[in-house]
Antibody, heavy 122, light 108 residues
């Protein structure tokens, strides 16, 4: 069974940084692209970023481009999201999600973690 | 960016009844649509992909239909554990992958 466990969330002031992690188990991690998706209060789900199996292709939502960086360590079967210059509107529950294939593309997400809460507030 | 619009925002039904949830894309997405179920405190779960193919382990009470811009998730014989927020997602045109705002299904 695939398990994705997110961590690293918390309360942070605007302009500060936070690094999220997602530990994967029960799956051959380097066979799949991975994503971060957030649930923003009152707005549903928003795709944040994705990364292919070996990290050489990444994608970002316009709202986070230039501020967030996605990365992965296949040896540690872990996914990361470095979030800089955080804004109030970045507040939300951040999920890591597994793609169904190695490459970013027209795909759905077949396994998700429970999410880690990020609250940006002064 | 393709905008996904779900309706209704909330639906309340009795156990044993059925429910129909709608999702509309702002432009044609062929059959590039997935449905997810999200219960509070849990990981979202993939229900349907390709607009109508059930994911592994999903009971046949859940069915998806539609293509182009209009899609439907139908749930029959509703049970208390079906209470959740249901999201549709398009993956035809990316980035970004986009989701609807969700339909909250309440079991009376």
């Amino acid at each position: 069974e695939v398990q994705l466990v997110g961590s690293g969330g918390g309360l942070v002031q605007p302009g500060r940084s936070l690094r999220l992690s997602c530990a994967a188990s029960g799956v051959k991690f380097d066979d799949y692209a991975m994503h971060w998706v957030r649930q923003v209060p009152g707005k549903g789900l928003e795709w944040v970023s994705g990364i292919n199996w070996n990290g050489d292709t990444v994608g970002y939502a316009e709202s986070v481009k230039g501020r967030f960086t996605i990365s992965r360590d296949n040896a540690k079967t872990s996914l990361y999201l470095q979030m800089n210059s955080l804004r109030l509107e970045d507040t939300g529950l951040y999920f890591c999600a597994k793609d169904r294939v190695r490459f970013l593309g027209p795909n759905w997400f077949d396994s998700w973690g429970r999410g880690t809460q990020v609250t940006v507030s002064s | 960016e393709i905008v996904m619009t779900q309706s209704p925002a909330t639906v309340s039904v009795s156990p044993g009844e059925g429910a129909t949830l709608s999702c509309r894309a702002s432009q044609p997405i062929f059959s590039s649509l997935a449905w997810y179920q999200h219960q509070p405190g849990q990981a979202p779960r993939l229900l349907i992909y390709g607009a109508s193919t059930r994911a592994t382990g999903i009971p046949d009470r859940f069915s998806g239909s539609g293509s182009g811009t209009d899609f439907t998730l139908t749930i029959t014989s509703l049970q208390s554990e079906d209470s959740a927020v249901y999201y549709c997602q398009q993956y035809h045109n990316w980035p970004p992958y986009t989701f609807g705002q969700g339909t909250k299904l309440e079991i009376k």
